[in-house]
């Protein structure tokens, strides 16, 4: 069935969905897409400051009545108005229930836990459904299949275990990223078997739990990669994209797959100050946490990059590695490139893909990182 726009972006007034725009009219302005929110005059201004030429839709995301609405007009919705467990409940449904594609910027493991209860609708009317379409999760969830399809074809078997390690990351996390985890510790406590969803690597793969997993909590002395490592904030929410990736390509990793995120800090003496350092600071909480619509400068975005070292290891030690690296701010201007990216793969390069809910590499593959790696939003590598 033909529809009036092939995708609508929801929230370009915040910071990331004001870079959506701003990538989105640099590069794709022949295509047929739409803006929505709620506040029609200050979209209407950011479209004039843009010199965006697109129709722009009042969608209230508390009104079933406008989304459906709104939602019945696109092929394809792009959502950066979190946090997603209260902004996003009607528009899952509805996409699920009309058949409309939709890619966010998640990183809610409790919201998108429940969001699996429609799953079936979405199979049923074929909604493509893919969360976790920036920082969190794409250099993760790539990585590792990047890593394991080469380990495949040179060993004959996927890496029981792999190592992720942050060796470099300059720039900041975004306000709305904070705001997702002060809405997820408020959901918490009214409800504390959400803490169990949590907690857990396997939450989002639907009945299958795995081997324990290395420990991510706290900092230590990695004796196969020799140096100190301190956690990263958002192996919360990776981990679990890559295991369930794991559990939708029928485990091509492996049903005893080890794997882990943290922060590589060097080693000797300065090497442990750092991961002491570092593990004393959470930077989504306190007082200089951008809030929601705040962001870093112009200069600052650009200026930004970010490396990450996938370590295939067996028997304890490193057979091969990969690298994925990108250019940008890794929160603000490289995710708003990549959830862009992901949302027009699905849409001209997914056609045969059945609906549900995925992570990206189920639904997308090795197109996604080849759309990714064509358009320079990160590079792919062994090392």
């Known amino acids: 069935m033909d529809k009036e726009f092939d995708l609508i972006i929801f929230g370009g007034s915040g910071f990331t969905g004001k870079l959506v725009l701003e990538y989105m009219s640099e590069k794709y302005s022949h295509l047929n897409w739409a803006v929505a929110g709620r506040n029609l005059e200050k979209l209407t201004k950011i479209a004039e400051d843009l010199k965006i030429n697109k129709p722009i839709l009042e969608l209230d995301s508390s009104n079933a009545k406008n989304v459906e609405n709104v939602l019945g007009k696109t092929k394809m919705l792009l959502t950066t108005v979190g946090p997603y467990q209260l902004h996003g409940n009607e528009i899952i449904s509805t996409c699920c229930k009309l058949g409309v594609h939709y890619?966010?910027?998640?990183?809610?493991?409790?919201?998108?836990?429940?969001?699996?209860?429609?799953?079936?609708?979405?199979?049923?009317?074929g909604a493509i459904i893919v969360h976790s379409c920036g920082f969190d999760s794409i250099p993760s969830d790539c990585g590792v299949y990047y890593l394991q399809k080469i380990a495949i074809e040179k060993f004959q078997k996927p890496l029981s275990q792999i190592k992720c390690r942050v060796r470099k990351m300059k720039g900041e996390f975004s306000g709305g990223t904070a705001a997702s985890l002060k809405a997820t510790l408020h959901a918490m406590r009214k409800n504390p078997d959400l803490f169990n969803t949590l907690i857990n690597p396997f939450a989002l793969c639907e009945g299958f739990n795995g081997p324990t997993q290395p420990t991510d909590h706290k900092m230590y002395f990695d004796e196969v990669l020799d140096e100190w490592v301190s956690p990263f904030v958002m192996a919360a929410i990776n981990t679990k994209n890559v295991h369930r990736t794991n559990f939708m390509l029928g485990h091509l990793y492996g049903e005893d797959f080890?794997?882990?995120?943290?922060v590589?800090?060097?080693?000797?003496?300065?090497?442990?100050?750092?991961?002491?350092?570092?593990?004393?600071?959470?930077?989504?909480?306190?007082?200089?946490?951008?809030k929601p619509g705040e962001g870093p400068s112009r200069e600052s975005r650009e200026s930004g990059s970010y490396d990450m070292l996938f370590a295939g290891v067996e028997n304890n030690k490193v057979v091969i590695q990969a690298s994925v690296k990108g250019e940008g701010d890794p929160g603000y201007l490289?995710?708003?490139?990549?959830?862009?990216?992901?949302?027009?793969?699905?849409?001209?390069?997914?056609?045969?893909l059945n609906g549900g809910i995925f992570t990206t590499i189920p639904a997308m593959g090795d197109k996604l990182i080849s759309r990714l790696e064509s358009n320079e939003v990160m590079k792919?590598?062994?090392e």
């Open 103 to 125: 890619v966010d910027l998640c990183g809610e493991p409790g919201w998108m836990f429940e969001m699996q209860k429609y799953n079936e609708d979405a199979k049923n009317s």
């Open 258 to 262: 080890l794997y882990d995120e943290m």
């Open 334 to 352: 490289s995710t708003s490139k990549m959830i862009v990216e992901s949302a027009l793969c699905i849409l001209f390069d997914c056609e045969d």
């Open 264 to 290: 590589s800090c060097g080693s000797g003496d300065e090497g442990k100050a750092r991961a002491e350092a570092m593990s004393s600071h959470n930077p989504l909480i306190g007082k200089d946490v951008p």
């Open 380 to 382: 792919f590598s062994i």
